[in-house]
């Protein structure tokens, strides 16, 4: 029974860690290397699965200047070639003959242009534009935590010092700080986060605030309802009576007592963040173009469900639930790993 209660927390750490790995290497990891992953050729336009390709490479006219390798980490490497896809090629005096793969026609390449040749395997097949959807799925991934993470921040930076004051002094700064709260929460959290991307604009920039600032009311109410329990502790009855300022005692002795039910509701805005980005990408107030993000990846290609190539929906469709499976399984192991009376039974 042990093993079994354990069995959702060693998943989820799975997931996340892998997640994770993805999201710091993805241009490293990715068979697309270039900036968003977005080296298009309509030629391989939604190709199946495991579809094996032979391409040659020709010298561009101006190679592009060689990345250092921080750069690369960040936002990818510019194509070094021009990748051309063929379904034969044949040496001849002075070059190459090549069938183009889109035409079928023949096309002589120059010895002196000619790089190599070479056959990839696209192991998720295309897009509806030709691009390797494995490399735009890790991409994607980096947007996801990236949006989580920073929304999570946001949401801390705002919600902790709020619920902090709220509990600690009461009177008329609790009753502000709750109206606040409740206007906040008596909005569906997806119409707050469009209303906020509209008056800020489209952006990947702009859906980190709009996450953030919807997801610090029920940060605020935790913290405050932890504050008014712990207030009247002895130890902070002692902290007042040595003389020490409400800052210090907030943040010395009343925060270390709410940091775990804190974490456990990180956890899960985690998740929240990450499907509150997907749809709206969904809709069109996500990061935009050429910015992959599972929902977007969603959105472009969910009329091919009719089409018998609903794998092209179906791959960021498990990503997000499997990330936001393993966010709330992670939540609630650290809430039962925090909890006094699961402890003691």
């Known amino acids: 029974m042990s093993a079994f209660k354990k069995a959702p927390g060693i998943f989820a750490l799975s997931v996340i860690g892998l997640m994770a790995f993805i999201a710091v290497f993805a241009y490293l990891i990715s068979p697309d290397t270039s900036p968003s992953a977005n080296t298009m050729n309509l030629a391989l336009a939604t190709i199946p699965p495991g579809s094996k390709i032979e391409f040659v490479h020709i010298k561009k006219e101006t190679p592009p200047a060689e990345t250092p390798f921080w750069e690369r980490l960040i936002n990818g490497t510019p194509a070094q ?6 379904r034969e090629v044949e040496r001849i005096e002075g070059g190459y003959q090549v069938v183009d793969f889109a035409t ?3 096309r002589i390449i120059p010895e002196s242009k000619f790089i190599r040749t070479e056959k990839k395997t696209f192991i998720l097949g295309t897009d509806r534009y030709g691009r390797d959807v494995l490399s735009r799925l890790f991409i994607a991934t980096r947007v996801s935590f990236l949006i989580g993470s920073i929304a999570v921040l946001i949401s801390l930076l ?3 010092p709020l619920g902090l004051i709220a509990g600690y ?3 008329i700064a609790d009753r502000a700080i709750m109206w606040l709260v409740n206007v906040m929460w008596s909005v569906p959290g997806l119409l707050l986060v469009i209303a906020f991307t509209l008056a800020l604009g489209k952006g990947l920039f702009q859906v980190f605030l709009a996450i953030g600032l919807t997801m610090w009311v029920e940060v605020a109410r935790l913290v405050r309802g932890q504050v ?11 902290a007042k009576m040595m003389g020490f300022p409400p800052g210090r005692i907030m943040i010395r002795h009343i925060l270390p ?3 775990h ?3 456990v509701v990180s956890a899960a805005n985690f998740a929240t963040a990450i499907l509150l980005e997907s749809g709206l990408s969904f809709l069109g107030y996500g990061a935009q173009p050429p910015t992959p993000t599972w929902g977007g990846m969603v959105k472009d290609h969910w009329p091919f469900l009719l089409m018998g ?3 092209l929906v179906l791959w960021p469709g498990l990503c997000i639930v499997l990330l936001v499976l393993a966010c709330m399984f992670l939540g609630n192991a650290l809430r039962d790993q925090t909890d006094p009376r699961k402890q003691l039974s």
Request: charged share 15%; net charge positive.
């Open 81 to 86: 070639t021009e990748a051309l896809p063929i």
């Open 104 to 106: 079928n026609m023949p």
């Open 158 to 160: 705002i919600g902790v």
């Open 169 to 171: 002094y009461g009177g």
């Open 228 to 238: 008014k329990s712990l207030r009247s502790r002895s130890y902070v009855e002692v």
């Open 257 to 259: 007592g709410v940091l």
């Open 261 to 263: 039910p804190v974490i």
């Open 309 to 311: 190539k609903a794998h």
